[in-house]
C-alpha cells in the first residue's frame, strides 16, 4: 500500500449505530487530520493529531471520536449520529503542519 | 466568517485554452498557499503551492501568482486539456501559528473538447 488509505469507502449507518472510520498512512509522516465535505461547502478541518498528540479540536460534536495510536493510524469512531452527518470524512497526513497535505480517498458516510 | 474565498463556482473553458482560477483570503497572517485538485470520488491531490515571499510559482503547465497587498492568488492552467476537467481548491496557512490548512470552497472546472 502506498500513500494514504481510508477504510471502509463507502458506509450506511443508522442514527443509533456505533461504526468507525480508519486511516492509515504511508508516508512517515508525524501529523494527520480528519476532514468533512459536506456539498457545496469547504473542506471543514475537524481534528488534527501531530505525533500522536491531538492540537486542534475544530468544536467538533462529541459523537465524532478521534484516536491517534501511533503517527501511522487515525481512527474516527462514530456513535448516534445525525442526517446532517452524511459527508464525505477525508483523512489526510503532513510531513510539517502547514504545507503540503496528502489526502486518503475518503469514506462516503451515510446516516439514515 | 470564510477566510479564503472562491467566488466562481465553476468555469467552463475550451482545450488549449488558458484556464484562470481564483481565490482571495482576509486573514494577513497566511504565509503559504497551496492549490489541490479532486476528481469524483476522489480525495484532493497536490496541484502547486506558493510561499509568500514569492510573486510566482510555476510548473509545467500549472502557474500560481500571488498578489499580497490584493490578498488574491490565481491558477493558470495553459494550455487546459480536458483530463483538468475536476474541482480545483485553494488552501492557506499560516506556517508559524495555526498552521491548519484553511480551504476555499472549490471551482468546478469543465475543459471543452
Known amino acids: 500500500e502506498t500513500g494514504v488509505t481510508q477504510t471502509p469507502r463507502h458506509l450506511v449507518m443508522g442514527m443509533t449505530n456505533k461504526k468507525s472510520l480508519k486511516c492509515e498512512q504511508h508516508l512517515g509522516h508525524n501529523a494527520m487530520y480528519w476532514y468533512k465535505q459536506s456539498a457545496k461547502k469547504p473542506l471543514e478541518l475537524m481534528f488534527v493529531y501531530n505525533f500522536k498528540e491531538q492540537t486542534e479540536n475544530n468544536s467538533v460534536p462529541s459523537r465524532f471520536s478521534p484516536e491517534c495510536p501511533n503517527s501511522s493510524h487515525l481512527f474516527l469512531h462514530l456513535h448516534t449520529l445525525q442526517p446532517e452527518d452524511s459527508a464525505l470524512y477525508l483523512c489526510?497526513?503532513?510531513?510539517?503542519?502547514?504545507?503540503?497535505?496528502?489526502f486518503g480517498p475518503g469514506t462516503r458516510l451515510t446516516v439514515t | 466568517d470564510q477566510q479564503v474565498k472562491q467566488n466562481s463556482p465553476s468555469l467552463s473553458v475550451q482545450e488549449g485554452r488558458i484556464s484562470i482560477l481564483n481565490c482571495d483570503y482576509t486573514?494577513?497572517?497566511?504565509?503559504?498557499f497551496l492549490w489541490y485538485k479532486k476528481y469524483p470520488a476522489e480525495g484532493p491531490t497536490f496541484l502547486i503551492s506558493i510561499s509568500s515571499i514569492k510573486d510566482k510559482n510555476e510548473d509545467g503547465r500549472f502557474t500560481v501568482f500571488l498578489n499580497k497587498s490584493a490578498k488574491h492568488l490565481s491558477l493558470h492552467i495553459v494550455p487546459s486539456q480536458p483530463g483538468d476537467s475536476a474541482v480545483y481548491f485553494c488552501?492557506?496557512?499560516?506556517?508559524?501559528?495555526?498552521?491548519?490548512?484553511?480551504f476555499g470552497s472549490g471551482t468546478r472546472l469543465q475543459v471543452q473538447p
Open positions: 489526510a497526513s503532513s510531513q510539517d503542519m502547514g504545507y503540503q497535505q496528502y
Open positions: 488552501a492557506a496557512s499560516h506556517t508559524t501559528g495555526r498552521r491548519a490548512l484553511t
Open positions: 486573514n494577513s497572517m497566511f504565509d503559504y
